[in-house]
């Protein structure tokens, strides 16, 4: 479309909106929205001075391939559109599908990572650690693509069903048929305390940054209730466990670390955040407040590519004030954030499309920044995915538990190292990709 066309689009979308009127001509509704979609990320978008100044619309048959060709590559990997609904359901944890995770060990062989309790597959009893033999009946290996797998499990529709093989730690088989279904996620995957000679270790398993539908200030409930047993338990050390934590609410992660930056950082700055030219007054310092009675020196986090966005800000904000130790896998690396924009915009808002622009990105205390490709572990160890949650023999695990023990990490010269070759993460886009779960 020339440029003049756009011009005109662009006097359309003004005019109409201070007269705050609709147009049912479906033709114009997608003229409007998709003037809308690039006028609202040349106002809000992190790298809105690396927009293209001109877009031809008839280029492009949907809102995603518009989106997708304006976005500045290679940084934005994550802007997307979604629905108010979608974007407001994935935040507190209302799901649709079969509820699990799953991951690769070292030898190639296929897992289940995580089950949701209240999810058909939690209700099913399934758990971590099974190994999965089948999945709809054709062996795991037909999965496998040139960049990972494809297991064709479906859309996260209530009512479409699955199979799957299941080889169990006792080495038994087992076969499960389950259906999609609405359901709610729970964040806080394990949480538990190991004793270790004179000390009470405390271990949290956490799988996203979700917050509790309702609650003012956003928080999360899960948090509050896991930080309580903390306490209550009187821990002197914590390993967080956040590798398959792929982010979420940033006033959640805010909330964490509340709780597990030591008493002296509190009134100190958490992280500055920074935003486009156009949104330069949003700039601002958020600081510790400090919540519960935890005053740890130092902390554990387990981590791996999966590990993204509101993990690494919590990993980023921590370490100036305490000493923060990674282990696993170096982390995916996403130090910009986003937050629905539609609110801002007539006709994206009546027509149910919520665009989420990466908005802003983040520095911490020592103005360390644009860590794009991930944060590097102390040390390196590979998924004992085979293993329970808690297991102080699973190799992640073990390796904090050790330090704390010695002093030093275990030898690890005969592990393989290497990556794996495929994180769930990568399976998925968008919204998806925040709460990464089949």
Partial sequence: MKN????????????SASCNEDTEDPRFADAYIKTAITASMQEWYYWNDQLPQRVDYDQYNSYEALLEAIKYKPFDRWSYLTTPQAFDQAFTGQNSGHGFGWAIDQKQDLYLSFVYSESPAG??????????????GRPVADYKTSTGYNFQLGPAEAGIS??????????????????KAAYQANSVLNRSTISLENKRIGYLAYNSFKATAGLSPTQSQEVKEAFDYFEKEQVDEMIVDLRYNGGGSVRVAEQLMNYLAPISAKGQVMYTDIHNRNKEEMNGEVRFTKTGGLDLSRIFFIVSGSSASASELSINCLSPYMEVKLIGQKTYGKPVGAFPVSGFNKFLENNGIELVPITFS???????????????VDYAAQDGVSFPWADPE??????ALQYIRTGSFPFNARQDLSPPQWEMIDDFTGLQQEFPVY
């Fill in 162 to 179: 699955n199979s799957f093989t299941f080889e169990l730690p006792d080495g038994s088989l087992t076969n499960r048929s389950i259906s």
């Fill in 123 to 136: 209700k099913d009893g399934w758990q971590r650690g099974w190994k999965v033999i089948q999945v709809n």
């Fill in 362 to 376: 983040t520095a911490n205390a020592n103005g360390k920044a644009d860590y794009f490709e991930g944060l590097p």
């Fill in 4 to 15: 003049s066309k756009i011009i005109l689009w662009l006097f359309i979308l003004t005019l």
């Fill in 394 to 399: 699973e190799p992640r695990l073990n390796a």
